[in-house]
């Protein structure tokens, strides 16, 4: 990679919003269901959250925790708690008390912020202050007002911004730790590959609490793009506001893409001018491209790669996407990666082994958890951490790479290893199949699947014969009238198993 396209490494997140006010004042930024701001009255906003964190006595390094649905003011607050030299800690709204109690004694926050419905709940489970998000912002104006600016908090790139909390295979909190340059890094890095534009609207459907949905925040301010946060929307109306909105850019998971191609299908007078359709999660299945390749001629789906803990491991260039099917796509401008194998030997170009990270995009660990970061953060031979992804795969000879499933997700049957993935992937290949989950064996248990389609099981189990070698056909398979997926839309597979009792195939 040319060096010239490295970005830079000393950013700090609201100086992306300060470069983008100083070149399009005036030219949107940011529009949910209730209206739309400019680049100069977000940041406008951004400097009064400052002010009012101030008055709360919020120090730098104090971590923020917000738990609120994902509208401008969330992105105000984003902007805001990074002037203030803080850590923002954004949670999903719909976070149960249970965990946000343990996500709270982990992150120890100076406050929390929640919606003025959920203030009570917050506070049976935690002792920290908790602000109805009313009177937050209504004091927030009232700086807006007063055009209360402070001097610079003397934050640096290494410094903390955000603290994203994870999914992982425990119950145990894992906030992984993002300083500025490396967060700023990251989305420079993608959108080196994607390119946004001032021209563009980025049509979001995701949480800023995943961080699917706050690097769209970032890369649309690196591209002086609109971005349209439309979590809120139905999903009856979602192809209508896309159209209404001229949306050019959607971020995509495999559920999101099927929903708006039948949409697409069912309504072709209201499709989008999109140029983009950038997949992450899983692979969409070949049926959903071909749909949305129909409803959107121009439109390029764009293949992505990556975990929270470096953001984005690779993209497919959007001028490559139809060329090397399988492949998730080459390692970010500035980053690396190896293959290694298990004594952390790398392995030639072709040979499968776990993917290792290494670049200015590697975060620097979890929030207070020495010894899952020892474990997941590793040193190379030349100091730089390097981030096992326990995700296993190959590179090409030209520098691509190609994804073939988690270490979780590897298991050995009949004396044959494989992976969920491709018999998942097999399973969507399935023309009338909408979701499909493995579940490998365990004990008693032999290799299951469960489905979401008309199909009878028989006949699914019958055409995966045709795709896959024996021992890797599913004794079982389970068809379910609603696939379940996670709060990010994400399949939702460890939900499976309470669905396999009583299966037959």
């Given at each position: 990679m040319d060096v010239v396209n490295v970005p830079r490494q000393d950013q700090l997140i609201h100086a992306l919003l300060d470069d983008a006010?100083?070149?399009?004042?005036?030219?949107?930024?940011?529009?949910?269901?209730?209206?739309?701001?400019?680049?100069?009255?977000?940041?406008?906003?951004?400097?009064?959250?400052?002010?009012?964190?101030?008055?709360?006595?919020?120090?730098?390094?104090?971590?923020?925790?917000?738990?609120?649905?994902?509208?401008?003011?969330?992105?105000?607050?984003?902007?805001?708690?990074?002037?203030?030299?803080?850590?923002?800690?954004?949670?999903?709204?719909?976070?149960?008390?249970?965990?946000?109690?343990?996500?709270?004694?982990?992150?120890?926050?100076?406050?929390?912020?929640a919606s003025d419905e959920a203030v009570g709940t917050v506070r049976s489970a935690t002792a920290v202050p908790v602000h109805g998000f009313g009177s937050v912002w209504s004091e927030v104006e009232g700086f807006r007002a007063r055009d209360a600016r402070a001097e610079p908090a003397g934050t640096g790139p290494d410094d903390v911004a955000v603290l994203v909390y994870t999914s992982g295979s425990t119950a145990a909190p894992k906030g992984v730790i993002g300083p500025h340059g490396r967060v700023t890094f990251a989305a420079a890095a993608i959108n080196a590959e994607l390119g946004y534009r001032h021209d563009d609207v980025v049509f979001c459907r995701f949480p800023m609490s995943w961080d699917y949905g706050l690097y769209k925040v970032?890369?649309?301010?690196?591209?002086?793009?609109?971005?349209?946060?439309?979590?809120?929307?139905?999903?009856?109306?979602?192809?209508?506001?896309?159209?209404?909105?001229?949306?050019?850019?959607?971020?995509?998971?495999?559920?999101?893409?099927?929903?708006?191609?039948?949409?697409?299908?069912?309504?072709?007078?209201?499709?989008?001018?999109?140029?983009?359709?950038?997949?992450?999660?899983?692979?969409?299945?070949?049926?959903?491209?071909?749909?949305?390749?129909?409803?959107?001629?121009?439109?390029?789906?764009?293949?992505?790669?990556?975990?929270?803990?470096?953001?984005?491991?690779?993209?497919?260039?959007?001028?490559?996407?139809?060329?090397?099917?399988?492949?998730?796509?080459?390692?970010?401008?500035?980053?690396?990666?190896?293959?290694?194998?298990?004594?952390?030997?790398?392995?030639?170009?072709?040979e499968s082994g776990e993917i290792v990270v290494t670049g200015p995009h590697v975060m620097l660990g979890y929030w207070r958890a020495p010894e899952l970061t020892a474990r997941t953060f590793r040193p190379g031979p030349d100091g730089e951490p390097r981030l096992h992804t326990g995700d296993f795969g190959r590179i090409d000879e030209d520098g691509y790479l190609y994804f073939e499933g988690r270490r979780d997700d590897m298991f050995k049957r009949r004396g044959i290893r494989m992976s969920t993935l491709e018999i998942e992937a097999a399973a969507m290949d399935i023309p009338g199949v909408r979701a499909a989950g493995a579940i490998p064996p365990s004990g008693d248990r032999d290799l299951a699947l469960c489905v979401e389609t008309d199909l009878p099981p028989h006949t699914v189990l019958k055409e995966l014969a045709k795709r896959l070698e024996p021992a890797k056909v599913p004794v079982v398979c389970r068809v379910v009238d609603t696939f379940p997926l996670t709060a990010h839309g994400k399949n939702a597979v460890r939900e499976l198993l309470p669905l396999l009792e009583g299966t037959e195939g």
């Open positions: 006010v100083a070149e399009f004042p005036l030219s949107p930024a940011v529009r949910d269901d209730d209206g739309v701001w400019d680049y100069d009255t977000l940041a406008e906003y951004s400097h009064a959250v400052e002010a009012w964190l101030r008055a709360e006595g919020v120090r730098p390094g104090d971590r923020v925790v917000v738990q609120l649905p994902t509208t401008r003011e969330l992105v105000a607050l984003f902007y805001g708690v990074s002037r203030r030299g803080a850590i923002f800690v954004p949670l999903n709204p719909a976070m149960k008390a249970f965990h946000l109690s343990s996500v709270v004694e982990n992150a120890e926050p100076r406050l929390v912020v970032l890369l649309s301010c690196l591209g002086r793009s609109e971005i349209v946060l439309a979590g809120g929307e139905s999903d009856l109306v979602l192809l209508r506001r896309m159209h209404e909105v001229g949306a050019t850019v959607v971020p995509i998971v495999p559920s999101l893409a099927t929903m708006i191609a039948t949409l697409a299908e069912r309504d072709p007078e209201h499709t989008a001018p999109v140029r983009l359709f950038t997949n992450t999660g899983a692979a969409l299945p070949q049926a959903t491209i071909d749909k949305l390749r129909a409803a959107f001629p121009g439109a390029r789906i764009v293949r992505q790669f990556g975990q929270t803990e470096c953001k984005r491991v690779s993209v497919m260039p959007p001028d490559e996407e139809h060329q090397r099917p399988d492949s998730v796509g080459r390692p970010l401008p500035g980053t690396r990666v190896l293959i290694l194998d298990e004594e952390g030997r790398e392995l030639p170009v072709g």
